[in-house]
Protein backbone atom coordinates (compact mmCIF):
# COMPACT_ATOMS: atom_id res chain seq x y z
CA UNK A 1 0.00 0.00 0.00
CA UNK A 2 1.15 3.36 -1.02
CA UNK A 3 2.04 5.63 2.36
CA UNK A 4 1.43 8.39 -0.07
CA UNK A 5 -1.26 9.56 -2.05
CA UNK A 6 -0.98 12.09 -5.21
CA UNK A 7 -4.06 13.98 -7.37
CA UNK A 8 -3.87 16.67 -9.07
CA UNK A 9 -6.82 18.74 -10.54
CA UNK A 10 -7.50 22.47 -10.94
CA UNK A 11 -3.75 23.38 -11.07
CA UNK A 12 -4.01 22.16 -7.20
CA UNK A 13 -1.80 19.00 -6.20
CA UNK A 14 -3.22 16.93 -3.04
CA UNK A 15 -0.85 15.16 -1.26
CA UNK A 16 -2.13 12.47 1.56
CA UNK A 17 -0.40 10.77 3.86
CA UNK A 18 -1.53 7.50 3.67
CA UNK A 19 -1.49 5.15 6.69
CA UNK A 20 -4.78 5.47 8.19
CA UNK A 21 -4.45 2.23 10.17
CA UNK A 22 -1.03 3.57 11.93
CA UNK A 23 -2.84 7.00 12.35
CA UNK A 24 -0.40 8.00 9.65
CA UNK A 25 2.51 7.55 11.59
CA UNK A 26 5.88 8.36 9.79
CA UNK A 27 8.17 5.85 8.17
CA UNK A 28 11.36 6.52 6.23
CA UNK A 29 9.02 4.87 3.17
CA UNK A 30 6.76 7.75 3.25
CA UNK A 31 9.50 10.52 3.66
CA UNK A 32 10.61 9.15 0.61
CA UNK A 33 7.44 9.81 -1.12
CA UNK A 34 7.17 13.31 0.32
CA UNK A 35 10.50 14.41 -1.52
CA UNK A 36 9.91 12.55 -4.50
CA UNK A 37 6.15 13.99 -5.18
CA UNK A 38 7.36 17.66 -4.26
CA UNK A 39 9.65 17.24 -7.00
CA UNK A 40 7.12 16.43 -9.08
CA UNK A 41 5.25 19.43 -8.31
CA UNK A 42 8.03 21.50 -8.62
CA UNK A 43 8.47 20.59 -12.51
CA UNK A 44 5.04 20.16 -12.92
CA UNK A 45 3.89 23.73 -14.56
CA UNK A 46 0.29 22.79 -14.90
CA UNK A 47 -0.01 22.42 -10.71
CA UNK A 48 0.43 26.32 -9.05
CA UNK A 49 -0.80 24.99 -5.12
CA UNK A 50 -0.32 22.20 -3.11
CA UNK A 51 -2.63 20.74 -0.05
CA UNK A 52 -0.99 18.27 2.43
CA UNK A 53 -3.71 15.89 4.69
CA UNK A 54 -3.64 13.37 6.17
CA UNK A 55 -6.32 9.84 5.54
CA UNK A 56 -8.21 8.62 8.39
CA UNK A 57 -8.53 9.76 11.89
CA UNK A 58 -5.50 12.29 11.60
CA UNK A 59 -2.67 14.08 10.03
CA UNK A 60 0.18 12.30 11.57
CA UNK A 61 0.54 10.56 15.07
CA UNK A 62 4.96 11.16 14.78
CA UNK A 63 7.37 8.77 13.73
CA UNK A 64 6.27 4.97 14.15
CA UNK A 65 7.92 4.06 17.41
CA UNK A 66 6.64 0.20 16.49
CA UNK A 67 8.61 0.15 13.44
CA UNK A 68 11.91 1.94 14.60
CA UNK A 69 11.78 -0.35 17.51
CA UNK A 70 11.11 -3.57 15.37
CA UNK A 71 13.98 -2.26 13.25
CA UNK A 72 16.17 -1.70 16.46
CA UNK A 73 15.84 -5.33 17.63
CA UNK A 74 16.22 -7.20 14.38
CA UNK A 75 19.66 -5.84 13.55
CA UNK A 76 18.14 -5.48 10.18
CA UNK A 77 20.58 -3.07 7.82
CA UNK A 78 19.73 -0.46 4.85
CA UNK A 79 19.04 3.16 6.48
CA UNK A 80 18.08 4.04 9.90
CA UNK A 81 15.92 6.91 10.80
CA UNK A 82 17.39 10.14 10.59
CA UNK A 83 19.24 9.04 6.90
CA UNK A 84 16.92 9.89 4.63
CA UNK A 85 16.17 12.80 2.59
CA UNK A 86 13.21 13.96 3.61
CA UNK A 87 15.33 15.10 7.55
CA UNK A 88 18.36 15.63 5.61
CA UNK A 89 17.67 17.94 2.75
CA UNK A 90 13.96 18.40 2.11
CA UNK A 91 13.52 21.08 4.89
CA UNK A 92 15.74 23.41 3.04
CA UNK A 93 14.82 22.81 -0.42
CA UNK A 94 11.10 23.73 0.60
CA UNK A 95 12.47 27.13 1.82
CA UNK A 96 13.43 27.57 -2.47
CA UNK A 97 9.50 25.93 -3.40
CA UNK A 98 8.01 28.08 -5.96
CA UNK A 99 4.62 27.32 -5.27
CA UNK A 100 2.30 27.56 -2.27
CA UNK A 101 1.43 24.67 0.13
CA UNK A 102 -1.24 24.25 2.35
CA UNK A 103 -1.18 21.96 5.31
CA UNK A 104 -4.86 20.34 6.35
CA UNK A 105 -4.63 19.35 9.85
CA UNK A 106 -7.45 17.45 11.69
CA UNK A 107 -7.20 14.93 14.51
CA UNK A 108 -3.37 14.62 15.87
CA UNK A 109 -0.31 16.07 14.40
CA UNK A 110 2.39 14.79 16.74
CA UNK A 111 6.24 15.45 16.69
CA UNK A 112 7.49 15.19 12.51
CA UNK A 113 3.05 15.86 12.01
CA UNK A 114 4.11 19.01 13.05
CA UNK A 115 7.36 19.90 12.00
CA UNK A 116 6.98 19.10 8.39
CA UNK A 117 4.37 21.34 8.31
CA UNK A 118 6.63 24.33 9.55
CA UNK A 119 7.70 25.57 6.12
CA UNK A 120 4.25 25.07 4.68
CA UNK A 121 2.75 28.78 3.88
CA UNK A 122 -0.48 28.17 5.60
CA UNK A 123 -2.14 25.98 8.31
CA UNK A 124 -5.49 25.35 8.07
CA UNK A 125 -6.68 23.01 11.46
CA UNK A 126 -9.81 21.41 12.30
CA UNK A 127 -11.89 22.41 15.46
CA UNK A 128 -10.45 19.02 16.77
CA UNK A 129 -7.28 18.92 15.98
CA UNK A 130 -4.47 18.52 18.88
CA UNK A 131 -1.10 19.33 18.66
CA UNK A 132 1.93 17.92 20.61
CA UNK A 133 5.84 17.66 20.17
CA UNK A 134 6.58 15.41 22.53
CA UNK A 135 10.42 14.69 22.07
CA UNK A 136 12.29 15.43 24.75
CA UNK A 137 9.77 12.59 26.77
CA UNK A 138 10.90 10.50 24.19
CA UNK A 139 14.47 11.08 24.74
CA UNK A 140 15.12 12.82 21.01
CA UNK A 141 15.57 16.19 19.53
CA UNK A 142 13.17 17.63 17.50
CA UNK A 143 14.52 18.27 13.23
CA UNK A 144 13.31 19.36 10.31
CA UNK A 145 14.92 22.54 10.83
CA UNK A 146 11.99 23.11 13.58
CA UNK A 147 14.73 24.37 15.98
CA UNK A 148 15.18 27.73 13.40
CA UNK A 149 11.80 28.03 12.18
CA UNK A 150 9.25 27.02 15.41
CA UNK A 151 10.46 30.06 17.39
CA UNK A 152 10.35 32.71 14.11
CA UNK A 153 6.61 31.55 14.03
CA UNK A 154 5.43 31.11 17.64
CA UNK A 155 8.17 33.10 19.05
CA UNK A 156 10.65 31.83 21.57
CA UNK A 157 8.45 31.62 24.72
CA UNK A 158 6.20 29.44 22.85
CA UNK A 159 8.43 27.16 21.20
CA UNK A 160 10.40 26.66 24.19
CA UNK A 161 7.17 25.43 26.12
CA UNK A 162 5.98 23.45 23.43
CA UNK A 163 9.03 21.53 22.76
CA UNK A 164 10.17 21.29 26.59
CA UNK A 165 6.93 20.72 28.20
CA UNK A 166 6.08 18.25 24.92
CA UNK A 167 2.13 18.82 26.03
CA UNK A 168 -0.49 18.47 23.77
CA UNK A 169 -2.45 22.26 22.81
CA UNK A 170 -5.91 22.50 21.02
CA UNK A 171 -6.90 24.20 17.93
CA UNK A 172 -7.80 27.47 19.69
CA UNK A 173 -4.36 27.74 21.73
CA UNK A 174 -2.55 26.40 18.08
CA UNK A 175 -4.05 29.67 16.20
CA UNK A 176 -3.54 32.43 19.18
CA UNK A 177 -0.07 31.17 19.37
CA UNK A 178 0.30 31.36 15.56
CA UNK A 179 1.00 27.98 14.97
CA UNK A 180 -1.75 27.30 12.40
CA UNK A 181 -3.49 29.94 10.13
CA UNK A 182 -7.28 29.42 10.64
CA UNK A 183 -9.40 27.27 12.48
CA UNK A 184 -12.73 25.74 10.77
CA UNK A 185 -15.26 23.19 11.71
CA UNK A 186 -14.30 19.67 11.48
CA UNK A 187 -16.61 19.37 8.28
CA UNK A 188 -15.05 22.28 6.27
CA UNK A 189 -11.31 21.32 6.81
CA UNK A 190 -11.34 20.49 2.60
CA UNK A 191 -13.15 22.39 1.42
CA UNK A 192 -11.45 25.65 3.33
CA UNK A 193 -7.98 24.35 2.28
CA UNK A 194 -9.20 23.77 -1.30
CA UNK A 195 -10.55 27.42 -1.02
CA UNK A 196 -7.10 28.77 -0.73
CA UNK A 197 -5.78 26.80 -2.93
CA UNK A 198 -8.03 27.83 -5.70
CA UNK A 199 -7.57 31.21 -4.86
CA UNK A 200 -3.60 31.01 -4.90
CA UNK A 201 -4.04 29.12 -8.48
CA UNK A 202 -5.25 31.85 -10.00
CA UNK A 203 -1.97 34.56 -9.22
CA UNK A 204 0.63 34.36 -12.22
CA UNK A 205 2.90 31.40 -10.60
CA UNK A 206 6.38 33.32 -10.99
CA UNK A 207 4.51 36.02 -8.78
CA UNK A 208 3.99 33.70 -5.87
CA UNK A 209 7.21 32.29 -6.03
CA UNK A 210 8.92 35.63 -5.72
CA UNK A 211 6.84 37.04 -3.53
CA UNK A 212 7.78 33.48 -1.40
CA UNK A 213 11.39 34.40 -2.42
CA UNK A 214 10.65 37.62 -0.93
CA UNK A 215 9.51 37.01 2.22
CA UNK A 216 12.02 34.61 3.23
CA UNK A 217 14.66 36.54 2.14
CA UNK A 218 13.03 39.88 3.80
CA UNK A 219 12.64 37.76 7.23
CA UNK A 220 16.25 37.86 8.06
CA UNK A 221 17.29 40.56 6.01
CA UNK A 222 17.80 43.83 7.48
CA UNK A 223 15.18 46.80 6.41
CA UNK A 224 17.79 48.02 3.48
CA UNK A 225 18.57 44.73 2.18
CA UNK A 226 14.94 43.69 2.02
CA UNK A 227 14.19 46.59 -0.03
CA UNK A 228 17.18 46.13 -2.21
CA UNK A 229 16.01 42.49 -2.73
CA UNK A 230 12.06 44.12 -3.49
CA UNK A 231 13.01 45.77 -6.20
CA UNK A 232 15.61 43.86 -8.02
CA UNK A 233 12.83 40.99 -8.07
CA UNK A 234 10.19 43.42 -9.18
CA UNK A 235 12.22 44.71 -11.41
CA UNK A 236 13.23 40.89 -12.90
CA UNK A 237 9.68 40.48 -12.82
CA UNK A 238 9.03 43.41 -14.80
CA UNK A 239 11.89 42.66 -17.57
CA UNK A 240 10.14 39.08 -18.14
CA UNK A 241 6.86 40.47 -19.46
CA UNK A 242 8.22 43.68 -21.04
CA UNK A 243 6.47 44.18 -24.47
CA UNK A 244 8.55 42.51 -27.12
CA UNK A 245 9.97 39.52 -25.02
Known sequence: MSTLLFEASDGIATLTLHRPEKRNAYTTEMGDAIVEAFAVVREDESIRAVIVCGAGKGFCSGVDLEALRAQA????????????DFLRKWPLEM?????????ALHGAAV????????????????EGARFALPFVKLGILPGLGS?????RI????????????????????????????????????????REIALGLAQCKPEVLAA???????????????????????????????SPGD
Open 73 to 84: TSGAGGRRLGEE
Open 95 to 103: LSFPKPVIA
Open 111 to 126: GVGVTMTLPFDFRVAA
Open 147 to 151: THLLP
Open 154 to 193: VGRGAALDLVLSGRTIDAAEALRIGLVHRVVPEGELTASA
Open 211 to 241: ARQLIGFGAEASMEEAMANEQRESRALREKH
